[in-house]
T-cell receptor, first 115, second 110 residues
Framework: KAGVTQTPRYLIKTRGQQVTLSCSPISGHRSVSWYQQTPGQGLQFLFE???????NKGNFPGRFSGRQFSNSRSEMNVSTLELGDSALYLC??????????????FGNGTRLTVT | GIQVEQSPPDLILQEGANSTLRCNFSDSVNNLQWFHQNPWGQLINLFY???GTKQNGRLSATTVATERYSLLYISSSQTTDSGVYFC????????????FGQGTRLTINP
């Protein structure tokens, strides 16, 4: 079974631009979560989607948004990029057979550099 | 919100040594997972272990939920075990909204 696939692997953008990152979960997984990893703040939760609905949201500004499609693929968008948005963005999926028994499986991440 | 503390922050060992990594959390949890982040940045799920003990090869983990801590044991370390080990717990019971600790950076020297 293929793992979680994130594209692109690397991105370089300029301040003020916007960016869209893509995530394809493991086949059959309906929950997709996004995390931001930086050296200073560590791993921080961005949002989680399940059946095209955002179920949980982290403490990030409205410039960060996401969506999930009917095939469970997810995208996240960051508008008006700032230097501090430079980070590794990780997507994870889970099977959620039972809500308490669902290990997270992460993709390889997208490394975003804002100049 | 829930706090997650991992110790030690750094650990340097020789190949073949054993190690114990600790994760303390400030509130009751229903979801605790251990991850290994390799030098290329990929996070690998090691254990889903909200309570009890599990073993997978040279790795094992124990969570004592009533005392709010979890331990990850690595035996007979190999250089490929190097990387950062994270513990993560659910901020909201039953939600896939995990709070991660700051990690333990493990370096295994040949």
């Amino acid at each position: 079974k293929a793992g979680v696939t994130q594209t692109p692997r690397y991105l370089i953008k300029t301040r003020g631009q916007q960016v869209t990152l893509s995530c394809s979960p493991i086949s059959g997984h309906r929950s997709v979560s996004w995390y931001q990893q930086t050296p200073g703040q560590g791993l921080q939760f961005l949002f989680e989607y399940f059946s095209e609905t955002q179920r949980n949201k982290g403490n990030f500004p409205g410039r960060f948004s996401g969506r999930q499609f009917s095939n469970s693929r997810s995208e996240m968008n960051v508008s008006t990029l700032e230097l501090g948005d430079s980070a590794l963005y990780l997507c994870a999926s889970s099977a959620e057979v039972r809500i308490y028994n669902s290990p997270l499986h992460f993709g390889n991440g997208t490394r975003l550099t804002v100049t | 919100g829930i706090q997650v503390e991992q110790s030690p922050p750094d650990l340097i060992l020789q190949e073949g040594a054993n190690s114990t990594l600790r994760c303390n959390f400030s509130d009751s949890v229903n979801n605790l997972q251990w991850f290994h982040q390799n030098p290329w940045g990929q996070l690998i799920n090691l254990f889903y272990i909200p309570s009890g003990t599990k073993q997978n090869g040279r790795l094992s983990a124990t969570t004592v939920a009533t005392e709010r801590y979890s331990l990850l044991y690595i035996s007979s370390s190999q250089t490929t075990d190097s990387g950062v080990y994270f513990c993560a717990v659910d901020e909201i019971q039953g939600a896939q909204k995990l709070v991660f600790g700051q990690g333990t950076r493990l370096t295994i020297n040949p």
